[in-house]
């Protein structure tokens, strides 16, 4: 064999070991993307009409509530506990930075009507998004 060349060896589970470093980032990447395309349409219309938070302001709230629900609750609490637990995780961080953002940007706070909708929409998300994190094997249920 020549110097240049590099020799694949394979890893523990059989799979390429140069493959499994590459495609960690990108299966969070990927879920991280699926997660906030579903909470920015979803918090950017909703809380523009609930509250003084413009378009903008309001995707930027979504990225916040991606980033935060994303490491906690799908990646910590629902490997360990479940769908249930988190579930209301996701609705706890999403209900949370949702009434913080119109401190943050000095706008009109968010009404009991708005808090109800940002809450019911992120549980409808998060019931596919955690069959999704399963089927692509990002968490696995029972570690």
Do not use: N
Not at 13 to 30: K, N
Not at 79 to 87: I, K, Q, S, V
């Amino acid at each position: 064999m020549s110097r240049g060349k590099k020799q694949k060896r394979a890893g523990r589970d059989g799979r390429w070991q140069h493959s499994m470093r590459s495609a960690g980032w990108r299966v969070h990447a990927g879920a991280v993307l699926t997660k906030f395309l579903f909470f920015a349409p979803a918090l950017g219309i909703s809380l523009p009409f609930f509250s003084g938070l413009s378009s903008g302001q309001a995707v930027i709230t979504a990225a916040l509530v991606t980033l935060a629900a994303y490491l906690t609750a799908d990646l910590v609490v629902f490997p360990r506990f479940g769908h249930w637990a988190a579930l209301l995780a996701d609705a706890g961080i999403a209900l949370l930075v949702v009434l913080e953002m119109p401190l943050v940007f000095s706008v009109a706070p968010v009404g009991p009507a708005g808090w109800l909708l940002v809450c019911l929409l992120t549980a409808l998300g998060e019931m596919y998004f955690h069959g999704y994190l399963v089927r692509r094997g990002v968490v696995t249920i029972g570690r």
